[in-house]
């Protein structure tokens, strides 16, 4: 097992997912790096598929892999398509990890999540929290096939002495982000809504569940230089929690995001949809002496996101 500091330079590097927003941070992060980034679209490589994925690893041979490529969706996606939020995320993972051990990759970081932990778990979440309770029901699919993965890189750690490392990131947003209507999470969801609302002159939105529950939020260029600083400095079992340690009412967060958009209109909420987990904050103390901490505030962030959008969808449009 590789010792840290692990050093990048000169390394090839497989983003898996990179079109995704996780996948695009982190490639617009290593091109900081000075590394050879490796990356395939899914028209070539479906993930899903074990032959195509052991296929391109045997020939690519990635020294470093960060396994970003998920299905991934917010509260109604996760609920709704629990078979394919289960196989697929079990099938990814399983097929990238097993393949970049067998390939002799130096390192590998898997992109977990904070819905890993348990619904009612003490707060803020600790990396110890995982196992020790039942989950939330709308996103249970996701998160067991996120918890096979973890214990994956763990059993993979234990038993070939791989240097394989585990991070559960907080919610994300920013460039890149899925602003579907149904299937999107809270930030994407609310930037599209406002921004809808402001251009239509509307004079009230309708902001989904009861605005009570407790969320943080990271930008995901932040989340890309964590992941960054703990590929090169972090080699252990235990799990790392990547967030910025603050959380925020829905309700409160809706106003934010409002007032970044322009949107001057009412708010109010709809109590029938679904609340998810009451709060979800993470302990981001093991990252703290790890030496990381989160530089953009949340203000900053969501107008970044906000100009991405507008300059998103001005590309769809062309
Ligand atoms: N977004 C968040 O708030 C958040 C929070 C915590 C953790 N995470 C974790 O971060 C990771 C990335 O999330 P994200 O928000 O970047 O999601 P995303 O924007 O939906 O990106 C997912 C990426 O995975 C790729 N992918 C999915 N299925 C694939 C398949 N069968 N074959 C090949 N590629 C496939 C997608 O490819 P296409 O471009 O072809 O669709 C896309 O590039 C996930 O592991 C997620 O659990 C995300």
Same mark, same amino acid.
């Given at each position: 097992?590789?010792?840290?500091?692990?050093?990048?330079?000169?390394?090839?590097?497989?983003? &898996?997912?990179?079109?995704?927003?996780?996948?695009?941070? !982190?490639?617009?992060?290593?091109?900081?790096?000075?590394?050879?980034?490796?990356?395939?679209? +899914?028209?070539?490589?479906?993930? $899903?598929?074990?032959?195509?994925?052991?296929?391109?690893?045997?020939?690519?041979?990635?020294?470093?892999?960060? !396994?970003?490529? &998920?299905?991934?969706?917010?509260?109604?996606?996760?609920?709704?398509? $629990?078979?394919?939020? !289960?196989?697929?995320?079990?099938?990814?993972?399983?097929?990238?990890?097993?393949?970049?051990?067998?390939?002799?990759?130096?390192?590998?970081?898997?992109?977990?999540?904070?819905?890993?932990?348990?619904? !009612?778990?003490?707060?803020?979440? $600790? %990396?110890?929290?995982?196992?020790?309770?039942?989950? %939330?029901? #709308?996103?249970?699919?996701?998160?067991?096939?996120?918890? &096979?993965?973890?214990?994956?890189?763990?059993?993979?750690?234990?038993?070939?002495?791989?240097?394989?490392?585990?991070?559960?990131? =907080?919610?994300?947003?920013?460039?890149?982000?899925?602003?579907?209507?149904?299937?999107?999470?809270?930030?994407?969801? @609310?930037?599209? +809504?406002?921004?809808?609302?402001?251009?239509?002159? &509307?004079?009230?939105?309708? *902001?989904?569940?009861?605005?009570?529950?407790?969320?943080?939020? @990271?930008? *995901?260029?932040?989340?890309?230089?964590?992941?960054?600083?703990?590929?090169?400095?972090?080699?252990?079992?235990?799990?790392?929690?990547?967030?910025?340690?603050?959380?925020?009412?829905?309700? %409160?967060?809706?106003?934010?995001?409002?007032? #970044?958009?322009?949107?001057?209109?009412?708010?109010?909420?709809?109590?029938?949809?679904?609340?998810? =987990?009451?709060?979800?904050? @993470?302990?981001?103390? +093991?990252?703290?002496?790890?030496?990381?901490?989160?530089?953009?505030?949340?203000?900053?962030?969501?107008?970044?996101?906000?100009?991405?959008?507008? +300059?998103?969808?001005?590309?769809?449009?062309?």
């Amino acid at each position: 097992m590789a010792r840290t500091p692990f050093e990048l330079k000169g390394k090839t590097v497989f983003v &898996a997912g990179h079109r995704g927003m996780v996948g695009s941070a !982190l490639a617009r992060r290593l091109s900081r790096e000075n590394v050879e980034l490796k990356t395939v679209r +899914r028209s070539e490589v479906d993930l $899903r598929d074990q032959a195509a994925v052991f296929d391109w690893f045997a020939k690519t041979r990635p020294q470093v892999v960060f !396994l970003a490529a &998920a299905k991934v969706g917010g509260i109604v996606a996760n609920n709704t398509l $629990r078979g394919e939020f !289960l196989y697929e995320n079990l099938v990814i993972a399983a097929n990238v990890i097993h393949a970049a051990h067998v390939n002799g990759a130096e390192k590998l970081m898997f992109l977990g999540s904070s819905c890993i932990y348990p619904k !009612l778990a003490p707060q803020p979440l $600790r %990396e110890d929290a995982m196992l020790t309770g039942p989950l %939330e029901p #709308t996103n249970e699919p996701y998160a067991i096939a996120k918890i &096979a993965g973890i214990k994956m890189v763990e059993a993979y750690r234990s038993q070939y002495g791989c240097d394989f490392i585990n991070v559960m990131p =907080t919610n994300l947003y920013g460039p890149g982000d899925n602003y579907h209507p149904e299937f999107s999470h809270v930030v994407a969801a @609310l930037i599209r +809504r406002f921004h809808e609302a402001k251009v239509s002159g &509307a004079s009230n939105v309708v *902001v989904w569940g009861t605005g009570t529950p407790r969320r943080e939020f @990271l930008y *995901v260029d932040d989340l890309a230089d964590a992941c960054i600083h703990l590929m090169k400095t972090y080699s252990d079992e235990e799990l790392v929690n990547i967030g910025t340690g603050e959380d925020i009412t829905i309700a %409160e967060f809706a106003r934010v995001v409002a007032k #970044t958009v322009g949107y001057t209109g009412g708010i109010s909420f709809d109590p029938s949809r679904p609340d998810g =987990t009451p709060r979800k904050w @993470l302990d981001v103390s +093991r990252l703290a002496k790890l030496g990381w901490r989160a530089s953009t505030s949340l203000e900053d962030g969501i107008r970044l996101a906000y100009q991405a959008y507008l +300059r998103e969808q001005k590309q769809a449009a062309e």
